[in-house]
Every structure is written in C-alpha cells, then in structure tokens.
C-alpha cells in the first residue's frame, strides 16, 4: 500500500494469525519489566532529602513483619519512612503504571501513535473541576475527602462523558477520528472556561499551578487508598482486552468477524482507561508525557502487539514514575522539584535516543 | 491574600531580579506640602519618577501600597485601588487588577499618580504615554525596603512628616516586641507556610527574614540553593527539621491549621506539633510588606516567648 508515495512498514497480517501467531510477552522482558520496578522502588525507599542509613531502613521496613519487629529504629525516621517515602513510592508506582497502560490502550482504540491518557479532556476535564474546586469552595471536604479530587475527578468523567457523546454523533467521519475531535473541540472549552475562572481568582493562582504542575508532594497512605480501586479495575479490564487490541489495530472489521462489537470493544477499553486517569490525575495533577513514552518505547524495543505493549507498559511506566520522583524530591533537596518537569526532562531526550537507535520502523 | 507570594515566584521564575532598592532622591521637604512639588522620586529600579504637584486623584494597585498610603495619611487622595486592596476597609475597593492591568479603567479614574508593585501588562508603557506618572514600589527584601518605600510614598503624596513619624513608630514598636523576648537558650526552629503543598520563604524574602528579628532559624534557608525565595520543601525535611515553631499563612487560602496539620502523615513527630505551637496567621498580613509587619510579629512574639521560657 502507498501513501504520499512511502511504502507502509508492515502489511497487515490476516485475522487469524494476529489472534495466534504474534509473540506473546518474551518472559526475558517480563523480567526486566518487574526488575525494573522492583529496582526503582528500593532506590526509591533508599534515596530521600532526609538521609536515613540502608541499615536502618532495612530494620524499619523489617520491623511490622512479626519476629524481625525487634526494631531500634529512631521512631521520627520510622516514621518518615512509612508516612512519608513509602506511600509516595507506591503512589508513584500506581500513577506512572497507570498513564503509561491507558496511554497504550488508547493508542491501540484509537490507532493513533499521539494519543495518550489526556485524550479526549481528561486533563482539560480534571484541570477545571479542581480549579472551581480551589476558586469557589477552598478547603472544602466531602465525607472527610478533600474536594479537589474529587472535583478533578468529576471534571474528567464528564470530559470524557461529553467527548464521546459528541463523538457519536459525527457520522460523516470515521468514529476514531470523530471521537479525538470532539476531544480537542472539549478541551480546548474547558481550558477557556478554566483560564477565565484562573484570572478572576488571582488569589488562589498558585495552588492552581502547583495542581496542574502535578505533585506528589503531599502523598501519603490516604491517596494510595483513593487511586488503589480504579486502577486495580482500570488496569485489569485494559489488560483483559489486550487481544481485541491487537485485532483493533488490523481494523474494525477484524474485531467483527469475530463476532464481537468493535464499538463495545473501543466503549470498554476507553471508560476504564479513563477511569484510571481521572483518579490519578485527581491525586496527582496531570503528569505528561508519560503515557506517550513509555508504550512507544516499549514498542521500539520489543514489538508492536498489545499482548507486549499493555503488560510492559504497565511495569515500565511504574518504574519510570517512581525513578522521576525520586529525583523530583532528591535532586534540588531538601526542595521539590515539579514531577512535570523530571518526566519531560528525562522523558524526551530518552525517547529521541531509542528512536533514532531502532530507526522507527516500529512507528 | 496570595497575590504576592504568586508574584514573587514568578519574578523569581522568570529571573528578574530586584534590583536592590535606591535610596529616596527628591528635594528637602518643607512644611506645605504644595511647596514640596515638583519632586523627583528614584525607584528601586533606578528610574526616576517625576511627580509635579500634590496627588489628589491616586490610584493604587498594590494591596500593600495601599496599606501604607492609608498609614501615612494619604488616604483622602486615593480615588481607588485594586481588587486585593482589602485593607483598610476604608480603602476605595474597585475591580481593578493589578495582575492584568487595565489601561483604559484605570484612566478612567483620571488619576494623577498610579501606585503598583510591578510593571505588568504595559502599565507603566501605556500610563506614561497618558503623562500619568506611575511609581513601582515592588516587593521589598527587608524591613530598610519597606521603610524606603514608606518614605517615597511620603514624598510623592507630600507626607513627608507623616512618613517619617510612621517609620519612627514601627521602629519603636518592633524594638519593643524584640526586646520583650529572653535571650534564647538554643536557637529555636520556625516553619513558615505559604500553602498546602509546602511552599515556604527563606530569608532572601521579606517574612523570612522577619523570624531573624526573633532569634529564630527559618529551616527553608536549608533550601536556598535549588529555590532563593519561594521553595517548595519536602515533607521528608520538614518533619526531619523538627521545627519548634509552625507559622501558617495559608489559614484563608487553604484554611490550615493545628488539627489539619497534626492529620499530615507523619507531622505528629514535629516539636512544635506536640506543643501546639501552630499559628495560623493572615495570609495577607504575612504576604505584604507594609506597616502590619508589626502585627505579625506581635501574634508571633508570644510564643516565640513561651518556648524559650519553657527551654529554658
């Protein structure tokens, strides 16, 4: 097949073989994957402003476990490890693993290679929703959770709610392209209506960046607790259709013919992908590029099929998340640095390195 | 109000760096305030502001500015300030910005002297071609800013009596809240908290180095080499730094307190959380550089006064 006279890469493979013959996960790279995980978060637990010795770190992560809990560790260092160091190590885990499968399952529904977990408004969405959180009822809480959240959250439900609805509606284009035009058309509304509301409220301008900066700064077991559900169910659905993926990525009608709604399928794959990031996002503000970088480079290094991309993602991006944080909170201590920053800042340069070393053909 | 932390990181962010300030130029006052006129006033950036007679129609846009006209009882010739301008009450409050200045509102007001804290959106380009003069008396560094910028308002509304009385009483007022505190007997710890991401000051700023006038050690200057002014401290640090003493400025942005506090993961192990030594302030008394200082250092004082005793 020709387009602007360059030969595609791949030609499309039959049904069939797509659904049988394409490798599943190399069990080498699901090694790496959780090793690269583990490894991050044990460098994560280990590396802090505050500098806590490996010996001691080791008696206070030992200590809750009964018979090593003869623990002498200093109670304010035990205490920094598990309030502090350790939740944000495991919330970091759960937002980058996060980003990174919805960023895949996206651009797998989607079939396009800049589609990511912001898509469709979600960030546009949540941005709105905590700024009228922050403007209009400051410090509120709701059932003891801080409203900001869950203002986030609702802003990128609803996002995404209306970007589908009004995607449904264009019948004249393709649903795919439809649906990420109705996303762009949303976002850039609610960045308008956020920006408005931003000047009016001149006050509270600085929470409204550090929010949108995202920030893990204030991470603890309660925001482990909030995001835990959703990206358990998000991540499990997404991981469930990682086939029907891969069948999407040929065509609608590959889906079709195997007698299973192509439109349910895309419906499925993008609520829970949502819903995943919406809780996320609504902890953690809106982290770029993550789920861009970390599916493309896991297709770079090791293949194009959802059944590698979804799993790896997830391992890979859990890993990249934590490793940024660490340096967000290491690098300019006892300051934080924006988590935003670290992820574009190692991100990219990163990302340009891999492709030009594999030659895009993956692309 | 926030405003002018928000201000100060983005001057900061962008790196333009405040000139320090220059002293006060204009010619020697003499008793009618009329006579006093013209006067040239040179800012802290080096310009020089001409100002040729008595202002009666000001307009501030400077929360803080504000603060101080009305202090040296300039406050008859204020004809408005702006939307942060919530002090004093008696103020002229309007919509107007001084975050997004307008041009064409403020010159409505048909003013003869514009008072701001910075040159944002134009303001000094688009006033001055109106032959308004505009003063710039930006966010001052310590307490020597404040009083130079007490001065040149003085000078520039014919105050300068007024000016100099006031200066002469927050320095005899602040010398008696210094002096009412014992000498210290270990350098006691303060945590000053801008919001509820942890964002601090260090001494680089004016409320930071206020904590000096106490005796008391600002844990955010363990911070200045990543961020001068504003950082934003780790949790880690902080409740590693075990600071004696919380001062919240974010009671009306993010309504912090001691029960807010003592809920952070891991702040119960924090001296001055045990004590209950936490004090929300106001976040605009805390975020200005104007005659309220003492305030401040008033509701601080008692107990920086306490822990001592108690240390000692």
């Known amino acids: 097949m020709l387009i602007l006279g360059r030969r595609l890469p791949a030609p499309p493979a039959p049904p069939l073989a797509l659904l049988q013959g394409l490798p599943r996960l190399p069990w080498v790279w699901a090694v790496a994957g959780v090793a690269a995980l583990l490894g991050a978060a044990i460098l994560g637990v280990l590396v802090g402003p505050v500098h806590i010795g490996l010996g001691t770190v080791v008696q206070a992560v030992l200590a809750p476990i009964p018979w090593f809990g003869a623990s002498s560790v200093d109670p304010s260092q035990a205490s920094i490890l598990w309030s502090l160091r350790i939740p944000r190590v495991v919330l970091g885990a759960l937002v980058g693993g996060m980003l990174a499968t919805a960023g895949a399952a996206y651009q797998g529904v989607f079939r396009n290679p800049l589609a990511d977990p912001y898509l469709l408004g979600a960030a546009a969405g949540a941005n709105l929703g905590a700024t009228l959180a922050i403007a209009f009822a400051p410090g509120s809480s709701l059932i003891g959770v801080n409203l900001v959240p869950l203002a986030g959250f609702v802003g990128a439900a609803l996002a995404v709610a209306g970007a589908y609805a009004l995607g449904r509606t264009v019948t004249g284009l393709r649903n795919t392209i439809g649906l990420i035009l109705a996303g762009v058309a949303i976002a850039a509304f609610f960045n308008a209506i956020q920006t408005y509301i931003q000047q009016a409220q001149t006050n509270n301008i600085r929470q409204v960046y550090s929010w949108i900066l995202g920030r893990l700064v204030t991470a603890g077991w309660d925001g482990v607790l909030l995001v835990l559900p959703y990206v358990a169910i998000s991540v499990a659905v997404i991981l469930l259709h990682r086939r029907l993926l891969d069948a999407l990525s040929v065509g609608d009608e590959e889906v079709t013919s195997l007698g299973i709604s192509a439109r349910r399928v895309r419906l499925i794959v993008v609520v829970a992908a949502t819903l995943g990031t919406a809780a996320v996002v609504a902890i953690a503000g809106t982290i770029a590029f993550v789920g861009i970088i970390i599916p493309h480079t896991v297709r770079l290094l090791v293949g194009r099929s959802y059944r590698v991309v979804i799993p790896l993602s997830l391992l890979f991006g859990a890993a990249f998340l934590v490793l940024a944080d660490t340096a967000a909170r290491t690098v300019a201590a006892p300051a934080e640095l924006p988590i935003g920053v670290i992820t574009a800042f190692i991100g990219a340069p990163f990302f340009i390195v891999v492709m030009r070393s594999t030659r895009a053909a993956a692309l | ?312």
């Open chain 2, 1 to 312: 109000m926030r405003e002018h932390h928000m201000r100060w990181a983005v001057i900061a962010a962008t790196t333009i760096a405040l000139t320090a300030c220059a002293a006060t130029s204009s010619n020697t006052p003499s008793s009618p305030a009329a006579a006093h006129f013209p006067v040239t006033i040179t800012e802290a950036s080096g310009a020089g502001v001409t100002i040729t007679q008595q202002p009666h129609r000001i307009v501030s846009l400077s929360p803080t500015a504000t603060e101080m006209l009305f202090a040296i009882d300039a406050g008859s010739q204020v004809v408005a300030v702006d939307d942060q301008s919530n002090y004093p009450p008696s103020a002229p409050l309007t919509k107007l910005s001084g975050f997004t200045p307008s041009i064409e509102a403020i010159a409505a007001y048909a003013p003869d002297l514009v008072v701001a804290a910075d040159d944002t959106g134009g303001l000094v380009h688009g006033i001055g071609a109106l032959h308004i003069p505009v003063l710039i008396e930006p966010a001052a560094k310590n307490l020597d800013d404040s009083y130079r910028e007490i001065g040149q308002l003085g000078a520039a509304t014919g105050r300068v009596p007024e000016a100099s009385a006031l200066e002469k009483k927050m320095r005899s007022d602040l010398a008696a809240i210094v002096a009412s505190i014992p000498k210290p007997a270990r350098q006691l710890k303060v945590y000053h908290e801008l919001d509820d991401t942890y964002y601090s000051a260090t001494s680089a700023t004016f409320i930071g180095q206020v904590y000096a006038l106490l005796g008391l050690k600002n844990i955010a200057d363990g911070a200045t080499a990543a961020a001068p002014d504003y950082p934003q401290l780790s949790a880690e640090y902080i409740v590693a730094s075990s600071p004696d003493l919380i001062v919240l400025a974010d009671t009306k942005c993010c309504h912090q307190g001691l029960s807010t506090v003592a809920a952070r993961p891991g702040w119960s192990s924090i001296a001055a959380v045990k004590s209950g030594q936490v004090i929300g302030v106001d976040d605009d008394i805390a975020s200005r550089w104007g005659p309220r200082v003492v305030d401040f250092l008033r509701t601080i004082a008692p107990h920086v006064k306490q822990l001592e005793v108690r240390a000692a």
